[in-house]
């Protein structure tokens, strides 16, 4: 790990912002672009509480990147703002490390997709995992995927992005991985209707289960690897959305199960829950693949106002099959 790393972060969301803390506690040399530098002027970022920025983290306005040479890039930015960012990037060819989680709800390309049709010269992966970002700019232990077919690259951006509380571990599986961190946000609105309408925690251990086989089938139909979603991208970062109080998928999904409007619940909140327009992205993918995803196609209809019991009844009588 090089104490002189160049990298910049784009997005300071809470997950942008815990990226740029971290490095930067690290000694590595670190530059947070925002659209709103106001809002970080106090030295800590709203949007993460608590969190002081350090001092050797330069905040720079969007409109600077054109001036800024990096080693490596972190895209950091909502899913559906992923295009726009990509597009505007200035030449270069630091490889782009994207932090977004979600498929694009116009074209349903996953990150990584996106960033070959935008971004095709650049060497891209995807850094996912189950972290929360307070818990990272805390300093707690935590770990987290590093995907890329490109073997090299993978060592390189491992070595540049670990620290001393964030251990890497490498993938090739590029797409299993960024899928893995779609459509977890779905299961995870799933398991909060599973808690919230009280139906019980053997439940949503089904459900998680049951999560992780029609996410794998969807990824080896689009060429990834069925393993990888039993790792950290997969099953570590379900775990996490299904059962962390501080899931935002998750609290949507207990809200609805206790009978809340996802209009209502939508409107008491200023970040965004990647599950929501995941969930229909994911289902239309996966049908144009031919794959079947009971989870998500209910979750799907859940938000399109179908009631919790007629949901829980048709996934109850499904046809009976060997696991």
Same mark, same amino acid.
């Given at each position: 790990?090089?104490?002189?790393?160049?990298?910049?972060?784009?997005?300071?969301?809470?997950?942008?912002?815990?990226?740029?803390?971290?490095?930067?506690?690290?000694?590595?040399?670190?530059?947070?672009?925002?659209?709103?530098?106001?809002?970080?002027?106090?030295?800590?970022?709203?949007?993460?509480?608590?969190?002081?920025?350090?001092?050797?983290?330069?905040?720079?306005?969007?409109?600077?990147?054109?001036?800024?040479?990096? @080693?490596? $890039?972190?895209? %950091?930015?909502?899913?559906?703002? +992923? &295009?726009?960012?990509?597009? #505007?990037?200035?030449? !270069?060819? *630091?490889?782009?490390?994207?932090?977004?989680?979600?498929?694009?709800?116009?074209?349903?390309?996953?990150?990584?997709?996106?960033?070959?049709?935008?971004?095709?010269?650049?060497?891209?992966?995807?850094?996912?995992?189950?972290?929360?970002?307070?818990?990272?700019?805390?300093?707690?232990?935590?770990?987290?995927?590093?995907?890329?077919?490109?073997?090299?690259?993978? @060592?390189? $951006?491992?070595? %540049?992005?670990?620290?001393?509380? +964030? &251990?890497?571990?490498?993938? #090739?599986?590029?797409? !299993?991985? *960024?899928?893995?961190?779609?459509?977890?946000?779905?299961?995870?609105?799933?398991?909060?209707?599973?808690?919230?309408?009280?139906?019980?925690?053997?439940?949503?251990?089904?459900?998680?289960?049951?999560?992780?086989?029609?996410?794998?089938?969807?990824?080896?139909?689009?060429?990834?690897?069925?393993?990888?979603?039993?790792?950290?991208?997969?099953?570590?970062?379900?775990?996490?959305?299904?059962?962390?109080?501080?899931?935002?998928?998750?609290?949507?999904?207990?809200?609805?199960?206790?009978?809340?409007?996802?209009?209502?619940?939508?409107?008491?909140?200023?970040?965004?829950?990647?599950?929501?327009?995941?969930?229909?992205?994911?289902?239309?993918?996966?049908?144009?693949?031919?794959?079947?995803?009971?989870?998500?196609?209910?979750?799907?209809?859940?938000?399109?106002?179908?009631?919790?019991?007629?949901?829980?009844?048709?996934?109850?009588?499904?046809?009976?099959?060997?696991?």
């Amino acid at each position: 790990m090089s104490s002189g790393e160049r990298i910049g972060v784009i997005g300071a969301g809470a997950w942008g912002t815990a990226l740029a803390v971290l490095n930067a506690r690290a000694g590595k040399q670190v530059t947070l672009f925002a659209r709103n530098q106001a809002a970080l002027a106090g030295g800590e970022n709203p949007r993460l509480p608590g969190t002081a920025l350090p001092p050797n983290l330069v905040i720079a306005s969007a409109a600077k990147q054109s001036s800024f040479s990096s @080693a490596t $890039l972190l895209i %950091a930015v909502p899913m559906q703002h +992923l &295009r726009a960012t990509l597009t #505007a990037l200035p030449p !270069g060819d *630091a490889p782009l490390v994207l932090c977004c989680k979600g498929l694009e709800t116009s074209t349903l390309l996953l990150p990584p997709e996106v960033a070959a049709a935008i971004q095709p010269a650049r060497a891209t992966a995807i850094l996912t995992g189950p972290n929360f970002a307070h818990e990272v700019a805390a300093g707690l232990p935590a770990a987290a995927v590093l995907a890329t077919p490109d073997a090299a690259l993978r @060592a390189r $951006l491992m070595d %540049a992005l670990r620290t001393v509380t +964030l &251990r890497l571990y490498g993938s #090739a599986d590029i797409t !299993g991985a *960024a899928l893995a961190g779609a459509a977890k946000n779905v299961i995870a609105i799933a398991a909060g209707v599973v808690m919230g309408a009280g139906l019980g925690e053997n439940a949503r251990a089904a459900l998680i289960t049951r999560g992780i086989a029609e996410i794998a089938r969807l990824a080896v139909a689009l060429g990834g690897r069925a393993e990888t979603i039993s790792g950290l991208s997969g099953l570590g970062d379900l775990l996490l959305t299904c059962t962390g109080a501080s899931s935002r998928n998750f609290s949507l999904g207990l809200a609805l199960g206790k009978g809340a409007s996802l209009a209502d619940i939508l409107a008491t909140r200023d970040n965004v829950t990647e599950g929501v327009t995941t969930a229909p992205a994911l289902l239309a993918r996966a049908a144009a693949a031919r794959v079947d995803m009971p989870i998500t196609e209910a979750v799907t209809g859940l938000l399109s106002g179908a009631g919790i019991a007629d949901t829980v009844s048709a996934i109850m009588g499904r046809s009976l099959k060997d696991e």
